[in-house]
């Protein structure tokens, strides 16, 4: 099983709500990513889980808070979004941090908020 | 994270060869040499990497310089399937996360 499943594959949430996106890998990776694309752009790293604890988080503001509850889960709580955070989260793993290390990506959360 | 360059686009015919060039030529000698592509609507997918020799792979063989300063992908028949943004990407040896570049964005012709 070399799958990285994010869900929900959609999601349109008010700008006052409040929703998560999980995503879940079951490959014995150590370590996972949240990562934000716009149309037409490249992905933008948000944050980098290192053994279940969070190593990198790249000035990604509050409203997006990431939690890895488990070495194979992965979640992205989003509270009081702006319309401009509506984007593809796309949630990736590798058996380890480093440079060798091929990396999986799960399919994305297409985000709107309105 | 070194910096790379790719051409925005290129455009191939299905069948034939493709060369996907990358300049990096402040690249540091531990740097390793990653390309990825993402497919119409799906996540990114790992190609292939490699240090300092060229590699082959069931998808794709990675040509890298003697300098190291440039690398050139290579498909070795494209089809309809391989049309995506193709990202080359630099990581250095320690605990380094994949950090995406603007890629080239290619099209194959039937």
């Known amino acids: 099983d070399t799958e990285v499943t994010q869900t929900p594959k959609h999601l349109v949430m008010g700008m006052t709500n409040k929703k998560s996106l999980k995503c879940e890998q079951h490959?014995?990776?150590?370590?996972m990513y949240w990562y934000k694309q716009k149309a037409k752009k490249p992905p933008e790293l948000m944050f980098v889980?290192?053994?279940?604890?969070?190593?990198i988080n790249e000035s990604v503001p509050s409203r997006f808070s990431p939690e890895c509850p488990n070495s194979s889960l992965l979640n992205l709580h989003l509270h009081a979004l702006q319309p401009e955070d509506s984007a593809l989260y796309l949630c990736?793993?590798?058996?380890?941090?480093?440079?060798?290390?091929?990396?999986?990506f799960g399919q994305g959360t297409r985000l709107t908020v309105v | 994270d070194a910096k790379t360059t790719q051409p925005n686009s290129m455009e191939s015919n299905e069948e034939e060869p493709v060369h996907l060039p990358c300049n990096h030529s402040?690249?540091?000698?531990?740097?390793?040499i990653h390309w990825y592509r993402q497919l119409p609507s799906q996540g990114p997918e790992y190609v292939i990497h490699?240090?300092?020799s060229n590699v082959n792979n069931r998808m794709a063989s990675l040509a890298i310089a003697e300098d190291r300063k440039s690398s050139t992908l290579i498909l070795h028949r494209a089809t309809l399937r391989d049309a995506a943004v193709y990202y080359c990407?630099?990581?250095?040896?320690?605990?380094?996360?994949?950090?995406f570049g603007k890629g080239t964005r290619l099209s194959v012709i039937a």
């Open positions: 889980y290192s053994y279940e604890k969070l190593s």
């Open positions: 402040t690249i540091s000698g531990t740097d390793y």
């Open positions: 490699g240090l300092t």
């Open positions: 990736a793993s590798s058996q380890e941090p480093g440079s060798w290390t091929e990396a999986f």
């Open positions: 490959m014995g990776h150590r370590a």
């Open positions: 990407i630099l990581r250095d040896r320690g605990n380094t996360p994949l950090v």
